[in-house]
């Protein structure tokens, strides 16, 4: 029944933006969820990779707890604690040098921040330039300027017209991009994985070759790690695996294992191109969140989740290896750690993912033929057996 009712007032009150699966979860611990009549659900999905220590962290509900009972907001006109001690922990993650961080609430906010900096950075520095160039299927984010930025045309086309200044090629194609950072464009901005566009990777080469072309033609390399952040591939950020050096990187979603806190984290000499009243965020980077992030990177880094990531990982592909060899219906594995997506030669993912939801497993499709496994990075190889004995019985299903 309290279910049905906040079924009926969501349906009547708000906007109808996603379309929700009929479930209402209370309660989390782990890997696992819990509904409204206690019923158990193995978490293949966690906040869309956001809560990559599972759920109810007791170090990370500690902080919030303790940060909330003092003090919760008073805006950016002021100093806070927890908001300079997360921005060196961040700093503390890259190889090389201080970065300096800007907070936002998310990580649409985080690219919508890096684009304004390219722009304000090329103005002194290349006059013309205002061009941000992505790839073909990439995911940026949903304000109007992300939007554009973002090679999806299906998420655009409802939109028109979207802000001028963005162009998109092909993932891997060196010569198209090569083509394409002429003395217009301010910046590049790429994503190691593509997460929303499928998980597709980007390979060793093409990124190198992209840093290369940026480094030699004064255009600033962005790397959008939003959903590749914070040991989710293995690493702290997807890109260190490749020995890449970006000029700008943006987060969000795990930093704060599900709330809301984005970040801008670029490298001193971009950062001082931001000067007092070029960008803001009322929230960004409260105490709140502020002190849940560094509990969070605490927890990442003290129970080794980046290496749990890559064995897991590597199960997770392995096994899904073997179902593909068994079942044609799956045409493709791939991905990094634990992120990983598989193809369909049908449309049928929806109908695989309903059929796993009724099992007490939560996996998502990214359209009509991909099936995405973001789990908690303190997922281990029984809870992968245990996905991939149901998906094995769900496929038989729908083979047949």
Avoid: W
Wanted: aromatic fraction near 8%.
């Amino acid at each position: 029944m309290k279910a049905t009712a906040a079924f009926g007032l969501d349906a009547k009150y708000v906007m109808q933006t996603y379309a929700r699966k009929p479930i209402l979860f209370v309660s989390g611990k782990g890997m696992r969820l819990f509904d409204d009549e206690g019923a158990e659900y193995l978490d293949f999905v966690s906040g869309i990779g956001a809560v990559n220590l599972g759920h109810s962290h007791p170090a990370v509900c500690e902080a919030i707890a303790r940060q909330g009972k003092r003090l919760t907001h008073v805006s950016n006109l002021y100093y806070v604690e927890h908001r300079a001690e997360l921005a060196e922990e961040l700093s503390g993650l890259f190889d090389g040098g201080t970065r300096r961080v800007f907070f936002s609430n998310s990580g649409t906010e985080a690219n919508e921040g890096a684009i304004k900096l390219a722009r304000r950075f090329a103005q002194d520095r290349h006059p013309g330039a205002f061009k941000v160039v992505t790839a073909e299927r990439s995911f940026h984010g949903r304000t109007l300027a992300t939007l554009a930025a973002t090679g999806q045309a299906a998420k655009q086309e409802r939109f028109l017209p979207l802000p001028e200044g963005f162009s998109h090629v092909p993932l891997n194609d060196i010569d198209a991009l090569d083509a394409a950072l002429d003395e217009t464009v301010a910046a590049l901005l790429l994503e190691v994985v593509q997460g929303e566009g499928g998980v597709f990777p980007a390979n060793a080469g093409y990124l190198s070759a992209a840093e290369q072309l940026c480094r030699e033609r004064g255009i600033l390399l962005m790397i959008d790690e939003v959903q590749t952040g914070f040991f989710r591939t293995g690493p702290a950020f997807a890109h260190q695996a490749f020995g890449l050096m970006p000029d700008v990187v943006t987060v969000a979603k795990a930093m704060a294992n599900g709330l809301p806190v984005g970040a801008v984290i670029a490298c001193e000499e971009v950062a001082e191109a931001f000067m007092p009243g070029d960008h803001g965020s009322t929230f960004g980077g409260g105490p709140l969140v502020c002190a849940a992030a560094r509990a969070t990177l605490r927890a990442l880094s003290d129970e080794q989740c980046g290496r749990n990531a890559l064995s897991a990982g590597a199960y997770l592909q392995a096994r899904l290896g073997e179902l593909m060899q068994g079942f044609p219906l799956i045409s493709d594995v791939r991905g990094a750690g634990l992120m990983v997506g598989c193809s369909l030669t049908e449309p049928v993912a929806a109908e695989v993912v309903g059929m796993l939801l009724r099992r007490g497993l939560l996996v998502n499709n990214i359209g009509a033929n991909i099936i995405r496994f973001l789990p908690p990075l303190l997922c281990k190889t029984a809870e992968v057996d245990t996905l991939c004995a149901n998906l094995e019985e769900v496929l038989v299903e729908v083979c047949a």
